[in-house]
């Protein structure tokens, strides 16, 4: 039913459970009013015993005329209560627009800060990346420094009071009791971010099925393979 330019005056009144009833109650009435008139009806025909005296004309037709008036109203009350919830409908549309307004202006507007956010992440990532690059290349150095003094690469991990070995393919070098291996920048940096999504809806470890990750670490449209400007999308959902 198409919405009323004006809002019944007791839209925003009544319950939930009086919007509810206005149709069950005028039905009802209707029900109670039809069932009277056929029980008098059906007294007249004899078909419950005497005929009673005040079963007059009179009384028959004040039951016709309440029964009539009584399936009437329901249509009325059905367009009543789809005005009321129309209203009611429209009203509560209006509230959340002005919430969403209300709020996108401190919370929502937060461009600034989520582009920080994002830079000091990626910031760190790779401050993290440059350590354990550092510490894997030094481990690398000592190797090449151990093969250079004739000392031969081994499988494994040599330990022992005085040992002084590396392993092959540069994945280690032991000296004495203490092993220093090459470390995987990608496992420490999905640790910490799995860490930190675990508190947070599934949906936020999730990629928006339109982008994908290239290799290079760019975001591209998964339809045109064209790269996405990051900080562009931050501004422009914000």
Known sequence: MPATETAPPDAFALTDAEVDAIVTDAEQEAYLAAQRLRTAEETLRGEHGPVPDALTPAHLAELRATAEHAELKVPAAERRQAEIREARRQA???????????????????????????????????????????????????????????????????????ALAHMVGGENV???????????????????????????????????VDQELARDGELHDRTSGEPLNVHALIRRDS
């Not at 919430?99 to 461009?111: F, H, K, M, P, T």
């Not at 030094?138 to 022992?160: C, F, L, S, Y």
């Open 92 to 162: 509560r549309h209006t509230e959340i627009k002005a919430q969403i307004r209300a709020e996108a202006a401190s919370d929502l507007e937060g461009a600034p800060e989520i582009l920080a956010a994002f830079d000091a992440y990626e910031a760190a990532a790779r401050g993290l990346c440059e350590t354990v690059a550092a510490h894997n290349e030094r481990i690398v150095k000592w190797g090449k420094q151990m093969g250079a003094a004739g000392i031969h690469p081994i499988q494994g991990e040599g330990r022992a009071a005085d």
């Open 174 to 208: 032991t000296i004495g009791h203490k092993v220093y291996r090459r470390m995987r920048a990608g496992t420490l940096l999905a640790v910490a971010l799995h860490r930190v999504l675990a508190a947070y809806p599934m949906e936020m470890r999730k990629y928006n």
